[in-house]
T-cell receptor
Framework: EAQVTQNPRYLITVTGKKLTVTCSQN?????MSWYRQDPGLGLRQIYY???????DKGDVPEGYKVSRKEKRNFPLILESPSPNQTSLYFC?????????????FGSGTQLSVL | SQKIEQNSEALNIQEGKTATLTCNYT??????LQWYRQDPGRGPVFLLL?????KEKRKERLKVTFDTTLKQSLFHITASQPADSATYLC????????????FGGGTRVLVKP
């Protein structure tokens, strides 16, 4: 089954404790992206990757890191999480970022930073 | 930057009626517009895409219109069913905005039996 898999589904952590949210897709997609979703603010893009070893900042990249060493994986790293990073996170992928490409989203990771 | 406005108030509608949602945008003229469905706690799921040179697109009970003069898209769910209850997001892509799909805040639809 074609899908984007995120882990973990839920995560509670404390301020300053490094964490990684994994994202993997099995569709051989070139483009991958991370979003966060907050009430009243909608989906905001954190980082995206056009291909292996190619990443770029989205609208809200501060406090986050990503890497794209393999085509299928695009982990999101929070080196020193803070409470304002409490949010619902989504990974998404598409064939490329052309004008008619739909995004496939993962099921989300609900992160709480205490 | 591109701004997208969707009605933040929930739309309550009776089963069988047509639900109509609006998506208004400013600034860049998008090359295309997409609509997604999102259920609580789940990731958005793609529904429809309409290009700037298309006025209308249909898929089963769904219809999308795109008016570049008004800078607006309308999303219709005809013969609505309780299973259609969800949040619907519009997303715009503009060449001038780079490789980014910008999402609206979504409109929640509640279909009552």
């Amino acid at each position: 089954e074609a899908q984007v898999t995120q882990n973990p589904r839920y995560l509670i952590t404390v301020t300053g404790k490094k964490l990684t949210v994994t994202c993997s897709q099995n569709m051989n997609h070139e483009y991958m992206s991370w979003y966060r979703q907050d009430p009243g603010l909608g989906l905001r893009q954190i980082y995206y990757s056009m291909n292996v070893e190619v990443t770029d900042k989205g609208d809200v990249p501060e406090g986050y890191k990503v890497s794209r060493k393999e085509k299928r994986n695009f982990p999101l790293i929070l080196e020193s999480p803070s409470p304002n990073q409490t949010s619902l996170y989504f990974c998404a992928s598409s064939t490329n970022r052309g004008p008619n490409e739909k995004l496939f989203f993962g099921s989300g990771t609900q992160l709480s930073v205490l | 930057s591109q701004k997208i406005e969707q009605n933040s108030e929930a739309l309550n509608i009776q089963e069988g009626k047509t639900a109509t949602l609006t998506c208004n945008y400013t600034n860049y003229s998008p090359a295309y517009l997409q609509w997604y469905r999102q259920d609580p706690g789940r990731g958005p799921v793609f529904l429809l895409l309409i290009r700037e040179n298309e006025k209308e697109k249909r898929k089963e009970r769904l219809k999308v219109t795109f008016d570049t003069t008004l800078k607006q898209s309308l999303f219709h769910i005809t013969a609505s069913q309780p299973a259609d209850s969800a949040t619907y997001l519009c997303a715009l892509d503009a060449a001038a905005a780079g490789n980014k799909l910008t999402f609206g805040g979504g409109t929640r639809v509640l279909v009552k039996p």
